[in-house]
């Protein structure tokens, strides 16, 4: 029963927490008897509506005019889920903290300071562990969705610093909390730890991880296809690594049936990450040309969106395929840029296993 304030927010900020989907909130909040005796769902829910697409003058203008700060919470972080990385610029977020202070909750704040934080080019590690501290203090749902946002981040910044176990043990804090909230953050984080494990060489752990019913379940319910087309190439190139060709090919059919739904429709780099992975298993039944070609297809895909990490890696994939066919000369010509974008990049797992083709044409000329 809804008793005062806090507990309205808690309630329709469980619903956001499960699905971060406007329609969905929408209904749970209008067949909740206890949320729409406090709260004019219709009125609310008709205004969030009208903040897809806008500006930060637009949502800061539309967090001023409204009467009820559940409202004001509700626009803030649907706007910002809807935005896109590339428009959450740290100037407008400033712009935002500033205008918009007086109206938002703490937590409201916290979550901004924080959007503000991963915004920043580089640094921001010792201000989101305060952040962590102040919100692991608080006892809301709101704030234990946001304490699972800054997890993710902070392990994120640790494995970049090659803390490893300190990554791991946030997203399985992390992990814990979207389990017991029931939040759909789990996807991201399921995700997070599984490639940990891969990173870490444990490809047996990523693949179950990968496997996860209930995360795929959770995924499958609120139509996250491009999450579910990673989770299987991701659980297919583990498969790959444990030498499991049935499970990797079984886990690629499925990627691509989803990839080929009428309504679904995976982000492009979900689909490239497909390829790249299809052409590896090709590559292992010996069916060469059309493994290139999957890899040059996905390689098409980095590229037209820029997706640096992706392209260096089709690249170093195609090096090996190369020297494989004892195709030398080629490698030669291509490596020591490859070796120098992957140090440019800091991708050392990239750096070492072109410094391994390296090692082995070393080894062919001796």
């Keep these: 029963m809804i008793r005062k304030i806090d507990d309205l927010e808690d309630r329709v900020f469980s619903f956001y927490g499960e699905s971060q989907d406007l329609a969905y909130v929408r209904y749970c909040c209008e067949t909740n008897e206890d949320v729409s005796l406090h709260l004019d769902v219709a009125d609310v829910f008709d205004r969030l509506e009208l903040l897809r697409g806008v500006n930060v003058e637009s949502l800061v203008h539309r967090i001023r005019s409204e009467e009820t700060q559940i409202a004001r919470s509700l626009a803030l972080f649907f ?24 109206y938002l909750t703490h937590v409201d704040g916290l979550y901004v300071e924080f959007l503000r934080l991963i915004a920043l080019p580089a640094g921001g590690l010792e201000q989101a562990e305060r952040l962590l501290s102040e919100l692991s203090s608080l006892s809301s749902v709101k704030a234990d969705l946001v304490q699972t946002f800054v997890r993710c981040w902070i392990a994120v910044a640790e494995k970049r610093l090659d803390r490893s176990e300190d990554a791991r043990r946030h997203l399985e804090l992390a992990r814990d909390m ?33 496997q996860d019913a209930d995360a795929r379940s959770l995924a499958r319910r609120f139509g996250k296809y491009g999450w579910l087309v990673q989770s299987h190439s991701s659980a297919a190139k583990c498969a790959l690594d444990e030498q499991k060709l049935d499970v990797a090919r079984e886990e690629l059919e499925r990627a691509e049936k989803l990839i080929g739904l009428k309504n679904a429709v995976p982000h492009p780099l979900a689909v490239a990450n497909s390829r790249h992975v299809r052409g590896e298993y090709l590559w292992r039944l010996g069916e060469h040309d059309e493994a290139k070609r999957w890899v040059r297809e996905a390689l098409r895909i980095y590229r037209e969106h820029e997706e640096v990490r992706g392209a260096l890696e089709a690249n170093v994939t195609l090096a090996e395929f190369r020297f494989e066919t004892g195709d030398y000369d080629v490698v030669k010509a291509h490596l020591s840029g490859l070796i120098s974008a992957a140090d440019q990049s800091e991708y050392r797992d990239l750096r070492g296993r072109l410094l391994a083709i390296q090692a082995r044409l070393d080894a062919s000329d001796a």
Excluded at 83 to 92: A, G
Excluded at 95 to 100: D, I, P, S, T
């Design 178 to 210: 979207s389990i017991e909230r029931g939040f759909l953050a789990l996807l991201m984080v399921q995700w997070r730890l599984a490639s940990l494990s891969w990173q870490q060489g444990s490809p047996g752990t990523a693949l179950e991880l990968h």
């Design 79 to 102: 706007w910002t889920y809807w935005q896109t990385s590339e428009r959450l610029e740290v100037e407008h977020l400033t712009y935002l903290r500033r205008e918009a202070a007086q």
